[in-house]
């Protein structure tokens, strides 16, 4: 048999395993304890002493201390299988942390017991990201039970804190390890489509604003003895959605090909209707493509400010709420090659090139130089009620993952 025979015969008769593995993971809450939880120790231990049951390779920690979880730590985790080559290495990254489960009276289950329906199983965690923790686990297993060496290194890289900032996960693993080289590859596999085909490259810029206006306040019967602070917010957010019609260029790879400028939340003013506010306070969400960048869209914004200030005779304040941009893995680099190659094998499909508006661990990645791109084959059905993953989607992204460690594309 060949070694794509091989590996593919090995994962779709695992499937009992593959489901008692996902039982484990989904018995064990891994939450933050910014949301509630004691954070993902318990989690990675039962995670390290199953690897080590199955002798895959050798496991390192990198822990970030968090005095909030259980033992002080925030893990996380390093299974390393070499290859014959040592120049780069092929990283697979994924979280153990889940979010909490929400409203249980709209679970036809209890979040916490694998629940296993023909060809789905439903649990808090089975899909974010224990579908892409378990296919990346039986991928390396299919190699390994088969004495097929990886192409390059193999790193299964297992972090923390995904779903409430990465501070302790994957910006901890940048700013204090040197783990990675601007030669490694990364496959985050935490998002995708139902038909696998979608691959994200990008990323839009992010810049949350909050701006306060100052006029004058006085009795509504008198508006011409006050400044209505109100009015001018309205006047500069109708300016505001004008930029985004001329702002930037347009990138057929996200949804939609555009910068997006929209006003948010909006903060109370004064209590009572026959009052004129003197000071007024709303938000900007801007999705900026990378091409047109923040400072740019920064500097329109400024300008706009100045008009209306002048114009309404207000005072306009700005504050950055958050500010993050990444570039974009490159088209032609080596993990998207392989990545299309080993879709259109596995699944017989045509693989398309995406952006997001959102944000993602990839980011923090090709920040560094570090070409990464997000893929997997789900539902969608992330921070849902019943959570579920198709077990022919877990497997077929373990054997795309299979095929990539193997180079055998």
């Not at 989904?26 to 910014?34: F, G, N, V, Y």
């Not at 709420?321 to 680099?333: I, N």
């Not at 130089?369 to 969608?380: F, H, K, L, N, T």
Request: proline fraction near 5%; charge should be positive; hydrophobic fraction near 35%.
């Amino acid at each position: 048999m060949s070694e794509k025979e091989l590996i593919k015969k090995y994962i779709t008769s695992a499937r009992k395993e593959i489901i008692e593995f996902q039982k484990l993971l989904t018995s064990i809450p891994a939450i933050s304890p910014s949301s509630g939880g004691n954070g993902e120790l318990a989690k990675a231990k039962a995670l390290e002493t199953w690897l080590e049951s199955k002798n895959l390779g050798k496991i390192k920690w990198y822990n970030a201390e968090d005095n909030s979880a259980d033992g002080g730590i925030r893990p996380n985790m390093v299974l390393e299988i070499p290859g014959k080559k040592h120049d780069k290495t092929f990283w697979i990254m994924s979280h153990i942390d889940i979010v909490p489960p929400g409203e249980l009276s709209l679970w036809n289950s209890d979040p916490y017991t694998l629940k296993v329906e023909d060809n789905t199983i439903y649990g808090r965690g089975v899909e974010d990201n224990q579908q892409g923790l378990t296919a990346s686990v039986f991928a390396a297993l299919s190699l390994v039970e088969n004495n097929i060496v990886p192409e390059y290194d193999v790193k299964l890289l297992f972090v923390a804190d995904e779903e409430t900032g990465s501070d302790y996960g994957i910006k901890f693993l940048i700013e204090k390890h040197d783990l990675f080289r601007k030669e490694d590859f990364v496959l985050v596999p935490d998002a995708g489509d139902e038909s696998g085909t979608h691959i994200e490259i990008a990323e839009k810029n992010i810049l949350w604003l909050k701006f306060t206006t100052l006029g004058k306040q006085c009795h509504a019967s008198r508006p011409d003895l006050g400044i209505n602070a109100f009015t001018a917010s309205a006047k500069l957010i109708n300016k505001l959605l004008k930029l985004e019609k001329t702002i930037g260029d347009h990138d057929p790879i996200f949804g939609p090909p555009r910068t997006t400028i929209t006003p948010t939340k909006k903060e109370a003013n004064v209590p009572n209707i026959n009052t004129i506010p003197g000071e007024d306070v709303f938000y900007l969400d801007c999705r900026i493509l990378p091409t047109t960048g923040v400072d740019k869209v920064l500097s329109s914004i400024k300008k706009i400010i100045k008009k209306v200030e002048k114009k309404y005779k207000v005072k306009i304040k700005y504050e950055i709420a958050q500010k993050s941009s990444s570039p974009a893995t490159s088209k032609k680099s080596l993990i998207v090659s392989l990545m299309k190659k080993a879709i259109k094998e596995v699944y017989g499909k045509k693989s398309k090139l995406i952006g997001i508006g959102g944000g993602t661990v990839a980011a923090h990645l090709r920040k560094k130089g570090i070409d990464a791109v997000v893929w997997s084959r789900i539902d969608g059905t992330a921070h849902m009620p019943n959570e579920h993953c198709k077990l022919d989607h877990l497997e077929g992204d373990a054997v795309v993952m299979a095929y990539l460690m193997a180079g055998s594309l």
